[in-house]
T-cell receptor, first 117, second 116 residues
């Protein structure tokens, strides 16, 4: 079974600085997708960034980028130029690719990010 | 553009009572999911449905039942609520056709359930 591990329950960063959130996963599959979701205090789940395992290039979305290390099964999120609005809970998630007859979407335990002015 | 709609948003139950959480999506997605969120535990998958008429157990299915009524609706039922089921519940949907890279899940606003 696939598992997703986020080993940092809490992280903090100063405004305008850069922070990296860690995520590792375990799978025997070769085709899959990885995601980072943000959950602000409103409880809404917001997609931050997506990575397809078959793509070697790391995904980027404005100030958000990932470091995808497929062999190491590592998927970290880098937030550059941190803003107060980035304060939230961040979840890493895994989904099997279309090669597999399953549609599970599983999440890590989350990292709470605090941003200080 | 409603997306994923969950009802109710808040609910208090007494131990042993039953209730159904409703979820509907208007994005024509095949896949739907129910999660519970507890402090320090992240989102844990209760049940999921890859298509109308099919359901599968997730990580924590005990004490819950689901129904995929049609493509739009996926309900979660607690037959005899227990205090351990106090949690925030999320419904989500996703396209199952991953050919075009549209793989992310869209979430409802959540239901805060308290069992006393």
């Amino acid at each position: 079974a696939q598992t997703v591990t986020q080993s940092q329950p809490e992280m903090s960063v100063q405004e305008a600085e850069t922070v990296t959130l860690s995520c590792t996963y375990d799978t025997s599959e070769s085709d899959y997708y990885l995601f980072w979701y943000k959950q602000p205090p409103s409880r809404q789940m917001i997609l931050v960034i997506r990575q397809e395992a078959y793509k070697q290039q790391n995904a980027t979305e404005n100030r958000f980028s990932v470091n995808f290390q497929k062999a190491a099964k590592s998927f970290s999120l880098k937030i550059s130029d941190s803003q107060l609005g980035d304060a939230a809970m961040y979840f890493c998630a895994y989904r099997s690719g279309r090669s597999y007859n399953t549609d599970k979407l599983i999440f890590g335990t989350g990292t709470r990010l605090q941003v200080f002015p | 553009n409603a997306g994923v709609t969950q009802t109710p948003k808040f609910q208090v139950l007494k131990t042993g009572q039953s209730m159904t959480l409703q979820c509907a999506q208007d994005m024509n997605h095949n896949s739907m999911y129910w999660y519970r969120q507890d402090p320090g535990m992240g989102l844990r998958l209760i049940y999921y449905s890859a298509s109308e008429g099919t359901t599968d157990k997730g990580e924590v299915p005990n004490g819950y039942n689901v129904s995929r009524l049609n493509k739009r609706e996926f309900s979660l039922r607690l037959e005899s609520a227990a205090p351990s089921q106090t949690s925030v519940y999320f419904c989500a949907s996703s396209p199952s056709d991953r050919v075009y890279g549209r793989t992310e899940a869209f979430f409802g606003q959540g239901t805060r359930l308290t069992v006393v």
